[in-house]
């Protein structure tokens, strides 16, 4: 049978997988798995639980924890009752729980652990309509989770009959979650998203992906996040493992040692991967630093299926023999697809990790698509490295006359919680969602997404300047960690800089220089900022002119999701930036008029 329902998932496991491994995570450093049959046990029990404790159809549960297979067991407990998930990021700050357990009417909420149970407890306790708070990991202070397991195994004998009853009034139509968006422009945005949203995109992704009950998949990326979501669906689809990242610190380790077929990414992630494969290339001495960056310069040229000829295919199974080879047994020597999204990623990463046998599936979508609009396939015809891909089933694109992507389809949102005025202004009379970003056709079909419509800003000459790509070039730099480039009603553009601190200190250590000082006199030596300065200057002979930095300022305070300059997916915070360092720009534009 094909899903039509989320949890429509289980009956299908039960058909296909019944044996199989569904998801497994680390418990005192042992991998603990759970089986297709404990998953179907735990979500009924969990959908019997909430009943016995007054829930109905078209309440809201809100969840705010880490990845774990319990959010499974969850998220399927409440789609068989009729109740919408909202998943929620663990790295809000107090008002912005608040704003979101407020606005979403949330009755329940479930949290991870007594940590951030101290942080959200009380707002719960402020919130209208909270009225219980249980938490996944044992407490001394806090109600536990299986509480609602044991209500739902001890039910009142016809509680199964209505769950069912339920379940069969669910219609495809109907919502499944209930998304807030990360919030890099303002207040978060609560994206309603129904079954046959999340369905339609998953079965086409399954698609794309290929996996099989064979594969492993480490999950990375935050199952609240709409793509973390989607990957999650669509490997239980698949009927292979799912096993969940135990931080952004294991990855390495968990890859090794369950020998990952596959995992899913954000741009940063593999920019960090990319970087400290580097590094180790750095250190390398003679022939192996000379062979390790000539596979590098090879795989840099990579294109797919054979585009370069047999005699570049004939030197890349000579550089993947002896350089390669060492790259894939860093990530357990088994991954050969990554599924990647939710911010621009740089040809040069696209390329280099599909020259060593690791094929990055490039795609495009919003919280408001399900997210995935395009993606990029494993095979001809539907694949271009350094595009996002081409269409999904059931989804349509065209380019506006300004240049903006407009999509329509069965991924669409049903619309934007208690705001029916913004739902009317991106979704126009015909259907069509404006997303807010710019793009073109590359060869009638794989679609090009070159920057945010509100992030392109223009010059006092009227310029008008795109600041991802730019930046996207600046972070290539083994000098750069981030970068935001401004210039709104400005003579030219300009660059924040914050430096790879970490190489820093290693290019000045192999240039015997005093490297005794913290970040801020680090940046301040004259030859650290001649290097950037170097690098800034060999980009901007690639650019045009209104593009061109013209000046720069390096600051050394990390930039994160905790501090706030990133969102929870890991998108530069423009407004929360440009205020932090206000006086900086100010410095810049005003002291050179």
């Not at 039910?155 to 069969?168: A, F, L, Q, Y």
């Not at 698949?238 to 990952?260: F, H, P, Q, R, V």
């Not at 250590?509 to 490297?515: A, H, I, P, R, V």
């Not at 913290?518 to 209104?546: C, D, F, W, Y």
Request: aromatic letters at 10%; proline letters at 4%; one cysteine or more.
């Amino acid at each position: 049978m094909e899903p039509t329902r989320t949890f429509d998932l289980i009956d299908r496991y039960l058909a296909l997988f019944p044996d199989a491994d569904a998801f497994a995570a680390k418990s005192d450093g042992k991998w603990i798995k759970y089986s297709a049959r404990e998953y179907n046990d735990y979500s009924r029990w969990f959908a019997y639980g909430l009943l016995e404790l007054g829930f109905r159809k078209g309440d809201k549960i809100a969840t705010i924890t880490n990845n774990r297979p319990e959010w499974n067991f969850a998220d399927m407990g409440m789609a068989m009752a009729g109740i919408i998930h909202v998943p929620v990021y663990t790295s809000m700050n107090p008002a912005e729980y608040k704003y979101i357990i407020d606005h979403s009417d949330t009755r329940m909420v479930l949290i991870s652990d007594s940590k951030l149970y101290d942080t959200i407890k009380p707002v719960c306790d402020l919130a209208g309509k909270v009225e219980y708070v249980f938490t996944f990991n044992k407490t001394d202070h806090s109600s536990h989770w299986l509480e609602i397991i044991e209500k739902g195994k001890n039910c009142s004998p016809g509680t199964p009959e209505i769950v069912e009853k339920i379940k069969n009034e669910v219609t495809p139509a109907d919502p499944a979650a209930l998304i807030y968006t990360s919030g890099t422009t303002g207040t978060s945005k609560g994206v309603l998203l129904s079954h046959r949203n999340l369905v339609s995109n998953f079965l086409a992704a399954a698609q794309v992906f290929k996996l099989g009950p064979d594969d492993r998949y480490l999950n990375i990326l935050p199952l609240c996040h709409v793509g973390g979501r989607l990957g999650n669906y669509q490997t239980q689809y698949s009927g292979a493992c799912i096993y969940y990242a135990e931080s952004m610190g294991t990855i390495a380790a968990n890859l090794k040692e369950i020998k990952a077929t596959g995992f899913d990414a954000v741009p940063r992630i593999l920019e960090k991967v990319y970087d400290n494969v580097m590094a180790k290339g750095r250190s390398l001495k003679g022939i192996k630093r000379s062979l390790f960056f000539w596979a590098v310069r090879l795989g840099l040229r990579y294109k797919p299926f054979g585009e370069n000829g047999w005699f570049y295919e004939r030197k890349l199974k000579i550089a993947d023999k002896l350089i390669f080879s060492k790259w894939r047994e860093a990530l357990g020597g088994c991954a050969r697809i990554v599924g990647c999204g939710g911010a621009s990623l740089h040809p040069r990463l696209e390329r280099i990790f599909w020259a060593a046998g690791i094929k990055i599936l490039n795609m495009y979508g919003l919280t408001e698509t399900s997210p995935i609009i395009t993606i990029n396939r494993q095979e001809k015809p539907l694949c271009k490295l350094g595009t996002v891909g081409a269409l999904i089933e059931s989804v349509e694109v065209k380019i506006d006359d300004d240049g903006e992507i407009l999509t329509r389809g069965d991924n669409l949102m049903i619309g934007y919680y208690k705001d029916e005025e913004l739902t009317r202004s991106v979704i126009d009379n015909n259907g069509w969602f404006h997303t807010g970003d710019v793009g073109n056709w590359v060869e009638g079909k794989f679609l090009n997404v070159t920057d945010r419509k509100k992030e392109i800003f223009k010059l006092s000459n009227g310029k008008f300047v795109a600041p991802q790509p730019i930046e996207n070039r600046l972070k290539e730099s083994a000098f750069i960690d981030q970068a935001m480039v401004v210039g709104e009603r400005q003579k030219f553009a300009t660059a924040l800089v914050l430096p790879d601190l970490k190489y820093l200190k290693e290019w000045c250590e192999s240039g015997n220089l005093f490297t005794g000082q913290g970040p801020g006199e680090l940046v301040r030596l004259k030859e650290v900022k001649e290097a950037i300065n170097q690098e800034i200057a060999g980009m901007n002979r690639s650019l045009s002119e209104p593009e061109r930095i013209m000046r720069f300022r390096m600051v050394t305070d990390e930039w994160s999701p905790a501090t706030g300059e990133l969102s929870a997916s890991l998108k530069l915070k423009r407004k929360v930036i440009e205020s932090k360092y206000s006086r900086l720009l100010e410095e810049i534009y005003g002291k050179h008029p």
